[in-house]
């Protein structure tokens, strides 16, 4: 579905007013691996920050999307980027309900559990918003 766009010339690094920011973040974010894939080969920025979630990377972690944050560490992202509402990858996976197998995955990869930031200020406070708590103690 992306490549008819992709071969018509579409800009992949565009930042829109969208939540997303970009059709990578949309991509990430909805879960789409085959799409995240052909953007990058397109030359999609995996590194560019818009919208709401910051970098592809937190976009991905916001629906627990691990196939995704993989590919995307593979290919370079910074877990501890920080951007976006939420202010980082582990802020963002704690934020999220169900998001406690994205924080120990991204634990596992170097993220820091004491970043902080975003709209919560660090990790405790967004899981202790969003019944967390008790996963991450």
């Not at 990430?28 to 560019?48: F, K, R, T």
């Not at 944050?69 to 582990?90: C, T």
Request: glycine share 10%.
């Amino acid at each position: 579905m992306i490549q008819p766009l992709l071969d018509a010339g579409a800009r992949v690094n565009r930042v829109t007013s969208s939540e997303y920011g970009t059709a990578l973040h949309a991509a990430a974010e909805c879960g789409h691996l085959q799409a995240v894939e052909a953007l990058v080969a397109a030359g999609a920025d995996i590194h560019i920050t818009a919208g709401i979630y910051g970098t592809p990377l937190q976009a991905a972690t916001r629906e627990v999307h691990i196939r995704i944050m993989k590919r995307l560490v593979e290919l370079g992202a910074d877990v501890n980027a920080q951007s976006g509402e939420h202010g980082s990858a582990v802020l963002t996976a704690a934020a999220s309900r169900g998001g406690i197998k994205a924080l120990k995955w991204l634990v596992q990869h170097g993220a820091d559990i004491r970043a902080q930031g975003g709209k919560w200020g660090n990790v405790y406070n967004a899981a202790i918003r969003n019944d967390q708590w008790e996963t991450i103690s």
